[in-house]
């Protein structure tokens, strides 16, 4: 999870920093069976942004959470896929 703090240039864009990584990551968001559920992540979402707002006296609106899942097979461990490894 990465939490980003956009500054006043960034927070005005009206389009994704780099479409084509927004889009690898809409068709990775289907892979529910390996990942949170939805409402797991609309809770951790909500959760965030409060504790964000809270101790940075920030807008709630201004605070943006990304949670970026990776399946197995893309990454590895000692050479093997995580998949292949069962982790």
Do not use: C, W
């Amino acid at each position: 999870m990465r939490l980003l703090f956009p500054g006043p240039r960034q927070a005005a864009r009206s389009r994704p920093l780099n479409p084509q990584k927004e889009h690898n990551n809409a068709n990775r968001s289907r892979l529910h069976d390996r990942g949170r559920t939805p409402n797991q992540k609309e809770s951790l979402i909500r959760q965030v942004t409060d504790a964000v707002a809270d101790s940075l006296q920030a807008p709630p609106a201004n605070v943006r959470v990304i949670i970026s899942e990776i399946p197995k097979s893309d990454y590895g461990i000692g050479g093997e896929t995580a998949e292949r490894l069962g982790r």
